[in-house]
């Protein structure tokens, strides 16, 4: 996980390539034949004549790795979460998302029309009362949520909500953009649940996808209008994540590395050991958390500073991203770095 700013060399732990992937020669070498043997743009849409082979096995191999039906991929993440809710929901319907759900859910739930509202951040309570006072006002009803939340690192009650969205007639829509695993560990009932995801953060490509039933990627097919109405993916750009795909399948230990990385981390600096491989350190004033990850970079480790509006005020914090790339040494030289500039700054 080296990155080159100008002269500088600096370890990051602000990139979101959690297994190291992006620079895999595999992934590499997959996307240089697409590209010398089928050129470097798709040319239309793929409901056109952009929808290149690859799609289909990529498609195929996503809905397997997740253990859904199917699975349908669009040209990027926030691209995916547009276009599903979009596809989904309209003027009679009701959204009820956590709080801090990511910006893309937010917007794509707005741009459907549907009443919006939100519920406390991962509290299934919060989230049945607002089931119980608006559901049956309204037609379809959709819960929103993420696996693994992009600014926290903690991860969502998706049994929970699962449970209520089949007990209120609702689909529930989990965004696994942070999402290291495959297959979920929860169970729903019936076939109500919506899983998006990206390709250019776990697997180092480029592009989103959605999954869940056959029924469900059918319609989405034929109704997401930011699949329809903007251009295919390039073939290099679909043959590298499906070499991603592949590696990451054929080495499960990747994603494990990842997460233990993250809870090497938290034990050495006595936080709560990390549920993902995203660890906030929240500082609270915006110019202290600027100052630190300054000095970070100065000693040569990448890690940004998140400030309001992206976190709530008083919430400003250093955000570090974990990788199985990252050597103990790294992990240990950051460590060292940031305890010295936190009591530095204390005294
Ligand atoms: C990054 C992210 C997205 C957007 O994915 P892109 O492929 O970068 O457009 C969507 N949802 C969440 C939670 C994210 O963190």
Not at 21 to 33: C, G, T
Not at 241 to 251: M, S
Not at 267 to 293: F, T
Not at 321 to 327: D, I
Request: aromatic residues 6%; charged residues 20%.
């Amino acid at each position: 996980m080296i990155i080159r700013r100008g002269e500088q060399e600096l370890v990051s732990f602000s990139s979101n390539d959690y297994l190291g992937l992006s620079q895999h020669p595999e992934a590499v070498a997959a996307a240089n034949l697409a590209t010398s043997s089928y050129g470097t743009g798709a040319g239309a849409s793929r409901l056109v004549t952009g929808n290149h082979p690859l799609y289909r096995q990529l498609e195929t191999a996503l809905a397997k790795w997740k253990g859904e039906e199917a699975a349908c991929v669009f040209g990027s993440g926030y691209l995916t979460n547009l276009g599903v809710i979009g596809a989904l929901m309209g003027k009679e319907d009701i959204i009820l998302a956590d709080k801090l759900s990511h910006a893309c859910l937010l917007d794509g739930a707005l741009l459907s029309g549907a009443t919006v509202r939100r519920f406390v951040h991962n509290d299934v309570d919060s989230c049945r009362k607002l089931l119980k006072e608006k559901r049956n006002n309204y037609g379809n009803c959709l819960l929103v949520t993420e696996a693994v939340f992009s600014m926290d690192g903690d991860l969502a009650p998706l049994a929970a909500l699962a449970a209520l969205a089949a007990e209120y007639d609702a689909w529930l829509l989990v965004d696994e953009a942070h999402a290291l695993f495959g297959s979920r560990d929860w169970t729903a009932e019936g076939r109500s649940v919506i899983r998006t995801g990206t390709l250019s953060k776990a697997l180092g490509s480029y592009g989103g996808y959605v999954c869940g039933s056959q029924a469900l990627i059918a319609y989405l097919q034929t109704a997401a209008r930011s699949l329809i109405y903007s251009t295919a993916l390039p073939p290099g750009v679909l043959a590298a994540a499906l070499a991603a795909l592949a590696v990451e399948e054929r080495e499960p230990q990747r994603a494990k590395k990842a997460l233990e990385n993250a809870q090497c981390f938290t034990r050495l600096m006595g936080l709560p050991p990390a549920q993902s491989a995203i660890v906030p350190l929240v500082i609270g004033e915006e110019s202290r958390a600027m100052h630190l990850s300054a000095a970070l970079q100065r000693s040569g480790y990448l890690v940004a500073a998140i400030r309001p509006p992206t976190v709530p005020p008083g919430t400003a914090r250093l955000r570090f991203t974990f990788s199985a790339s990252h050597t103990q040494s790294q992990l240990h030289g950051l460590v060292e770095a940031l305890k010295k500039q936190m009591e530095g700054q204390a005294a």
